[in-house]
């Protein structure tokens, strides 16, 4: 059982009367404007599980997390209320020489409604605003415009096809349904191996209909259609009202000893890229 009750107030929204079309965009857009895409714990030392009811715990007390966990939480909530949800197995390619297929490294959702299947997903950081109906083709929110073809390395499954201007370059989900806790051993992996991007740099995303905030290491960055601003962050009080203030984050149970080792962690490695040319 998750907290529906809590998870919706979180969220800002009533519960829907009947799992409508209007009420599943309303509840993604929600979603990604207050729940941030985020891996603080990684770099706190506080490992995490990606059961439904312990990330929708996350979430009510003002946490968010990756895909595992938001996509997970947000499936589990359309399902409680009483949507057609279908968890997939997929792969995001960061850059265009990493191989395209459902390598099992994101979870992917849709739902089927009034006869349709919608690709669902919360869990891509600078990703979807809203969702997108599962049909070949392209779509334009905010500053960046994707596109949904039949995927090429999975027979039966989809591609997603992300901006230029976006994190990563794509992703493809197989069509087969799968169990969240089929995710256990990659989440493993990608939380604690020296090789993950997770483990290597801290980052947060929020998503809202006219652009995102991306934070990764001391770099903000604010991407709109106009263009992108960039400003390094250059003090623990600074950062730390941009985890809370951009990215809606309470790091209340955060110490001051554990935020002091943490901000010394993150702006020297911030400097040790900036020594390396910021590659």
Same mark, same amino acid.
């Given at each position: 059982m998750i907290d529906v009750d809590g998870y919706l107030a979180a969220l800002g929204v009533a519960r829907p009367a009947a799992p409508t079309a209007e009420a599943l965009w309303a509840l993604h857009r929600a979603q990604v404007e207050r729940v941030a895409y985020e891996n603080l714990d990684i770099h706190l030392g506080r490992p995490t599980g990606i059961g439904a009811a312990e990330s929708v715990a996350r979430i009510v007390? $003002?946490? $968010?997390g990756y895909c595992f966990h938001l996509n997970g939480a947000l499936g589990a909530l359309l399902t409680a209320l009483g949507y057609d949800v279908t968890l997939h197995r997929a792969g995001v390619q960061s850059t265009p020489e990493d191989p395209a297929g459902a390598s099992g490294n994101h979870l992917a959702l849709t739902v089927r409604l009034d006869g349709e299947r919608w690709l669902v997903d919360a869990g891509l950081g600078d990703g979807l605003y809203e969702p997108l109906p599962l049909r070949e083709g392209s779509h334009t929110q905010g500053p960046f415009t994707y596109a949904l073809a039949p995927s090429t390395a999975v027979p039966g499954g989809w591609r997603f096809t992300h901006d230029p201007r976006g994190s990563f370059t794509g992703m493809d989900f197989a069509p087969e349904p799968v169990e969240l806790s089929s995710f256990a051993a990659e989440h493993l992996r990608l939380s604690t191996s020296p090789e993950s $991007?997770?483990?290597r740099t801290l980052t947060a995303h929020r998503r809202d209909g006219k652009g995102v905030d991306v934070l990764r290491g001391c770099v903000l960055r604010r991407i709109e259609a106009g263009g992108t601003d960039e400003r390094t962050?250059?003090?623990? *009080? *600074?950062?730390?009202?941009?985890?809370a203030g951009v990215f809606r984050l309470d790091l209340t149970d955060v110490d001051a000893s554990a935020r002091a080792e943490l901000w010394q962690r993150i702006r020297s490695a911030h400097r040790e890229w900036e020594t390396a040319g910021r590659p």
């Amino acid at each position: 059982m998750i907290d529906v009750d809590g998870y919706l107030a979180a969220l800002g929204v009533a519960r829907p009367a009947a799992p409508t079309a209007e009420a599943l965009w309303a509840l993604h857009r929600a979603q990604v404007e207050r729940v941030a895409y985020e891996n603080l714990d990684i770099h706190l030392g506080r490992p995490t599980g990606i059961g439904a009811a312990e990330s929708v715990a996350r979430i009510v007390r $003002g946490r $968010g997390g990756y895909c595992f966990h938001l996509n997970g939480a947000l499936g589990a909530l359309l399902t409680a209320l009483g949507y057609d949800v279908t968890l997939h197995r997929a792969g995001v390619q960061s850059t265009p020489e990493d191989p395209a297929g459902a390598s099992g490294n994101h979870l992917a959702l849709t739902v089927r409604l009034d006869g349709e299947r919608w690709l669902v997903d919360a869990g891509l950081g600078d990703g979807l605003y809203e969702p997108l109906p599962l049909r070949e083709g392209s779509h334009t929110q905010g500053p960046f415009t994707y596109a949904l073809a039949p995927s090429t390395a999975v027979p039966g499954g989809w591609r997603f096809t992300h901006d230029p201007r976006g994190s990563f370059t794509g992703m493809d989900f197989a069509p087969e349904p799968v169990e969240l806790s089929s995710f256990a051993a990659e989440h493993l992996r990608l939380s604690t191996s020296p090789e993950s $991007g997770f483990v290597r740099t801290l980052t947060a995303h929020r998503r809202d209909g006219k652009g995102v905030d991306v934070l990764r290491g001391c770099v903000l960055r604010r991407i709109e259609a106009g263009g992108t601003d960039e400003r390094t962050v250059d003090s623990a *009080d *600074d950062w730390y009202e941009v985890l809370a203030g951009v990215f809606r984050l309470d790091l209340t149970d955060v110490d001051a000893s554990a935020r002091a080792e943490l901000w010394q962690r993150i702006r020297s490695a911030h400097r040790e890229w900036e020594t390396a040319g910021r590659p």
